[in-house]
């Protein structure tokens, strides 16, 4: 799905306007998938499924350069972020109760969390373009970003192979989070920062000359 929309979002991110209607679309095609009561597989792991993640991710791009919010959401932004985490009993292995789908990862939790790491995510953007700072938080959530996208099912059967199961585990979930963001910046400053400075600066240099 990522190498999908890494290729797509040339052309789908070319201005705001084509940004909306690319969020609009997706949201209406999740609305059409609750509605009708697909697996969850459908809406997770399938390419239009996950046009929602990547629309609204080029949505804050746009939205920061144009609408700046206050300092004090990045606080209640990372609360929110971190609350709907902690109450999703999924994770850790209790039960939230049908009547509270929105923690529930296989039902509507997925969209909530969306909506909270988008909040947060433009909170954070907003606050370090106030502050004009080259060594930001978010640049290397950035930076990090492609290692854990090619790497976080990786680490999961690894984890699995070691005997920790996949589902209702807290000690799957705490491990798993603090393993793949180590992993993912052992390989950006191990692999892609390397070739970024050797190979790809070298290029654009070449070319620009």
Not at 111 to 130: D, F, M, P, R, S
Not at 135 to 158: E, R
Not at 183 to 194: D, Q
Request: hydrophobic letters at 50%; a positive charge; aromatic letters at 20%.
């Amino acid at each position: 799905m990522e190498l999908v929309f890494y290729v797509a979002m040339i052309f789908l991110v070319r201005n705001f306007a084509v940004v909306v209607v690319w969020f609009v679309l997706s949201l209406l095609y999740v609305v059409y998938l609750q509605y009708t009561n697909v697996l969850f597989h459908e809406y997770y792991t399938t390419v239009l499924g996950s046009s929602l993640a990547f629309s609204a991710g080029a949505l804050i791009y746009y939205s920061m350069k144009k609408y700046r919010i206050r300092g004090w959401h990045a606080p209640l932004a990372t609360v929110a972020f971190f609350g709907h985490m902690v109450f999703s009993g999924d994770i850790w292995g209790y039960e939230t109760g049908d009547f509270l789908l929105v923690f529930k990862p296989g039902s509507y939790g997925i969209y909530t969390n969306l909506a909270l790491g988008a909040y947060l995510l433009y909170a954070i953007l907003c606050v370090e373009g106030q502050q004009k700072s080259k060594n930001s938080f978010s640049k290397t959530l950035g930076d990090i970003a492609y290692a854990i996208f090619l790497s976080h099912w990786c680490i999961a059967f690894f984890m699995m192979s070691l005997g920790l199961e996949f589902s209702d585990s807290p000690a799957f979930a705490v491990i798993n989070f603090l393993l793949l963001n180590l992993v993912a910046l052992g390989l950006y400053f191990g692999v892609e920062k390397p070739i970024n400075r050797h190979f790809r600066d070298k290029i654009r240099s070449s070319v620009r000359s």
